[in-house]
């Protein structure tokens, strides 16, 4: 803070004396009065340990070390010491630091670390980025911190178990705890690895997974039981073990799906009554490919509290097809469905093409969509985008007026642009599709944050953002972007 200050003083004395020089020389030229140096930064260099190189199963040692510090800019003589040791970025571990600076850390822990890291327990060879935060103290005793490089080793977790050729069932509360009733996962047609079952079952049940071949008759080799590291799990997301398995915990009822990756050995419980996501692609999106390119998967924004059902403002050509998928990718895909109103089909000349959805009238839509089980419901609406609240034309009133309305585009790189604003204070926006009533405008709300739209989904009250008496909010739903100027 104390140089900071000096260096203002300094630049206010430059304008001075600037001030009453009338020798217009040229500012480009190297200065008589050089800048004072930036203090040098203090850094340490590290490698990797010993053991750069784990294979889990050929290991002999519960601790194993994997990286060293060999050198610093620090003065000499300070003692060094590290706070923290991260894995890719995201993962703490915890580690020790021997007096030549090797850092050592469990095995196991290492091992489990790597397996979150990469949601898997897949024996095959992961790359691990170890950064490590280290600081020095100097013999005068001033707290140093040192900026150091990231050392990158490899592990190859432990294996598992090959996956059976006949395929997995599930045996629980729901089917009987016998061979008999033991019901069939079905393989899922893209990755061959990867097993579900759907089921519509009456309470919250416990249940485990088997190989086929653990499956004889009425009789159930428990020993290859595949289930939950903790009894009773109820995560409805986590890893497999195939040593003490305990019982994994549906935690719902009705419709459900269970899914077991046999090759990153990892459960999940969904409730398959409803998605939690749902995308959209098309002919203009190069027809979902890659999978899971945002650019051909279009995400659809959640109505907030409101089970299964999306909303998203999109421009279509005339000609446009589209479809709907729970993923961004291929899969309980859906296109022209019957629950199609005869209004939507008019204001978008909306047809059946080949099971696609055809947009006949190019423009700008409100999409909604609503999908519970095997009932789905789509409408295309005008995209009217509304002002809420102190800002707005009518306040706070449920009744959304066309006072408050935002202007729509014609072409597809266009802003929706607001009304100017009323008044000092919260801009808050929504949109209405016909489904949701007025008075619950917050559950298809949103803001601008950073430039970039924000969306409520199924969020809490979003962080306030200001906005000044005359200024209009401008929307570009092509790109994602927004500002209040």
Same mark, same amino acid.
């Given at each position: 803070?104390?140089?900071? #200050? ?14 009453? $020089? ?18 040098? =930064? *203090?850094?340490?260099? %590290? ?11 050929? !290991?002999? @040692?519960?601790?194993?070390?994997? !990286? ?21 970025? $995201? ?18 822990? *290492?091992?489990?670390? @790597? ?16 950064? #490590? ?72 049940? /416990? ?12 009789? #159930? ?22 040593? $003490?398995?305990?019982?994994? $915990? ?62 998203? #403002? ?12 729970? +993923?961004?990718?291929?899969? /309980?895909?859906?296109? %022209?469905?019957?629950?199609?109103? =005869? ?12 099971? /696609? ?19 789905? !419901?789509?409408? %295309? ?17 449920? +009744?959304?007026?066309?006072?408050? *309305? ?19 204070? !919260? ?16 559950? @298809?709300? %949103? ?10 989904? /199924?969020?809490?009250? +979003? ?7 005359? +200024? ?14």
């Amino acid at each position: 803070m104390k140089k900071h #200050i000096i260096y203002t003083g300094m630049f206010l004395a430059a304008i001075g004396f600037s001030a009453c $020089n009338e020798d217009f020389k040229d500012w480009a030229a190297p200065q008589s009065n050089p800048q004072e140096e930036a203090a040098e =930064q *203090l850094t340490a260099t %590290f490698t990797a340990g010993k053991d750069a190189h784990i294979v889990v199963d050929a !290991a002999t @040692t519960d601790s194993v070390e994997i !990286a060293r510090l060999n050198s610093t800019t620090a003065e000499e003589g300070s003692k060094i010491a590290a706070s923290s040791l991260i894995i890719n970025e $995201n993962h703490t571990l915890p580690f020790s630091m021997t007096e030549d600076h090797v850092f050592k850390v469990s095995l196991t822990q *290492l091992d489990s670390v @790597t397996q979150e890291a990469y949601k898997s327990r897949a024996n095959v060879e992961r790359e691990l980025r170890i950064s #490590i935060n280290a600081s020095a103290v100097t013999p005068s005793g001033e707290g140093i911190q040192l900026v150091g490089n990231e050392v990158s080793i490899t592990l190859q977790p432990a294996a598992t178990p090959a996956p059976d050729p006949e395929g997995y069932y599930i045996v629980g509360d729901f089917t009987g705890w016998n061979g008999t009733d033991a019901q069939p996962m079905k393989k899922d047609a893209l990755n061959e690895n990867l097993y579900t079952l759907e089921a519509e079952i009456e309470s919250s049940s /416990n249940f485990k997974i088997f190989p086929a071949s653990a499956i004889d008759g009425n009789n #159930i080799d428990w020993d290859k039981a595949l289930g939950s590291l903790t009894d009773g799990d109820t995560s409805g997301d986590n890893f497999v073990t195939w040593t $003490n398995a305990g019982a994994i $915990n549906t935690a719902m009822e009705g419709k459900i799906k269970i899914s077991f990756d046999a090759f990153n050995y990892r459960f999940t419980v969904k409730d398959n009554s409803a998605p939690t996501e749902l995308y959209m692609t098309g002919s203009a999106y190069g027809w979902g490919s890659p999978a899971g390119d945002p650019d051909a998967w279009k995400a659809l924004v959640p109505v907030n509290g409101a089970k299964g059902t999306f909303w998203g #403002i999109f421009y279509f050509a005339a000609n446009d097809q589209v479809k709907f998928a729970p +993923q961004a990718n291929w899969g /309980n895909d859906f296109g %022209f469905v019957d629950a199609i109103s =005869q209004e939507s089909k008019d204001l978008a000349g909306l047809s059946d093409e080949g099971g /696609n959805i055809k947009v006949g009238i190019a423009g700008w839509y409100l999409v909604y969509v609503s999908v519970i089980g095997d009932d789905k !419901a789509i409408e %295309f609406e005008k995209p009217n985008v509304y002002l809420m609240g102190e800002t707005s034309y009518n306040g706070w009133d449920a +009744q959304l007026v066309e006072q408050d *309305l935002f202007t729509t585009p014609e072409t597809a790189d266009g802003e929706f642009v607001s009304p100017a604003l009323l008044k000092d204070g !919260a801009v808050r926006i929504c949109v209405n599709p016909k489904a949701v009533s007025a008075g619950e405008w917050w559950k @298809t709300e %949103f803001i601008i944050f950073d430039g970039e739209i924000a969306y409520r989904g /199924n969020g809490g009250d +979003q962080a306030t953002v200001q906005g000044k008496t005359g +200024q209009r909010v401008y929307l570009n739903f092509g790109n994602g972007t927004g500002r209040i100027e």
